[in-house]
């Protein structure tokens, strides 16, 4: 298998925008609903998209937040701005 190589931008660009439940997250992390939901409220993952009551995760950015090493939001979210 290829490694992939580049920015959070190029990675994210070339794939499909999904949108993930708690339930898919927590599937992709190997980790239970309950730990996203933790890293979630500490601070420790990507914020989720919130429509109305429901909560959902970019495939594609958990993916780039994974191959960043997974930092913490702050540092996340100064990685995706540049």
Do not use: F, N, Y
């Given at each position: 298998?290829?490694?992939?190589?580049?920015?959070?931008?190029?990675?994210?660009?070339?794939?499909?925008?999904?949108?993930?439940?708690?339930?898919e997250t927590?599937?992709?992390?190997?980790?239970?609903?309950?730990?996203?939901?933790?890293?979630?409220?500490?601070?420790?993952?990507?914020?989720?998209?919130?429509?109305?009551?429901?909560?959902?995760?970019?495939?594609?950015?958990i993916e780039?937040?994974?191959?960043?090493?997974?930092?913490?939001r702050d540092?996340?979210?100064?990685?995706?701005?540049?």
């Amino acid at each position: 298998m290829a490694e992939e190589t580049g920015t959070v931008e190029s990675i994210a660009a070339t794939r499909p925008l999904v949108l993930m439940t708690v339930h898919e997250t927590a599937d992709l992390l190997c980790v239970c609903s309950r730990h996203v939901w933790s890293l979630d409220a500490q601070g420790l993952m990507p914020s989720p998209i919130r429509l109305g009551r429901c909560c959902r995760w970019r495939r594609d950015e958990i993916e780039s937040w994974l191959h960043a090493d997974a930092p913490p939001r702050d540092t996340w979210d100064k990685i995706k701005t540049g």
